[in-house]
């Protein structure tokens, strides 16, 4: 079946310091990946997404490439900021199988100044 | 910005009564989803709704659950005789049309079984 599997939080970085999220699946097809993000209160906001191989998404300064290689769809960020506490989640949507997501469990991102 | 809204925030029920969430999806959106998430594990998928029937639904959703859209802005899942394994976060999502793969979110409604 198809799984996402996500790096245990919290992660507690400070402000300015630059963050990785590691993120992987396991995929019966070709999936398209996503990451969403939930801040304290709110419901899940879409962050950015990538649908074939070596694509790279991109949004608010956060990035993730799609590695098929690796299976992989690390959410990375150069200088992350206070205000982007959140939790982070990594999904998949296998092309053709439905519009489910798939989510992985949710990684819990606190930054402190 | 448009966005999809759900009452209550929080629901606290006696095991065994019946509870309805309520969901009002974007409304444009013609394609809408149930998800949940019980705490410290992954957001799971319960069941897709596409002009007025249901078109995929998991494992989970089994017949203490039904969803209906009973009237043109609501969208509601019902969860009947609740057991305390129920208490989740229940997340409503809708999507403009099934080829879209970008699903919006609500805030959820966190549903405690006591």
């Known amino acids: 079946g198809n799984s996402v599997t996500q790096m245990e939080g919290p992660v507690t970085l400070s402000e300015e310091a630059f963050l990785t999220i590691n993120c992987t699946y396991t995929?019966?097809?070709?999936?398209?990946l996503f990451w969403y993000v939930q801040y304290p209160g709110e419901g899940l906001q879409l962050l950015l997404k990538?649908?074939?191989?070596?694509d790279k998404g991109s949004n608010k300064g956060f990035e993730a490439t799609y590695r098929k290689e690796t299976t992989s769809f690390h959410l990375e960020k150069g200088s992350v900021q206070v205000s982007d506490s959140a939790v982070y989640f990594c999904?998949?949507?296998?092309?053709?199988?439905?519009?489910?997501?798939?989510f992985g469990t949710g990684t819990q991102l606190k930054v402190e100044l | 910005e448009p966005e999809v809204t759900q009452t209550p925030s929080h629901q606290v029920t006696q095991m065994g009564q019946e509870v309805i969430l309520r969901c009002v999806p974007i409304?444009?959106?013609?394609?809408f989803y149930w998800y949940r998430q019980i705490l410290g594990q992954k957001v799971e998928f319960l069941v897709s709704?596409?002009?007025?029937?249901?078109?995929?639904k998991s494992e989970i959703f089994d017949d203490q659950f039904s969803v209906e859209r009973p009237d043109g802005s609501n969208f509601t899942l019902k969860i009947r005789s609740t057991k305390l394994e129920d208490s989740a976060m229940y997340f409503c999502a809708s999507s403009e049309n099934p080829a879209s793969t970008e699903a919006f979110f609500g805030q959820g409604t966190r549903l405690t079984v006591v």
């Open positions: 409304s444009n959106h013609l394609y």
């Open positions: 990538a649908t074939k191989a070596d």
């Open positions: 999904a998949l949507i296998l092309t053709g199988g439905g519009n489910k997501l798939t």
């Open positions: 709704f596409y002009n007025n029937e249901i078109s995929e």
């Open positions: 995929a019966t097809g070709y999936p398209s």
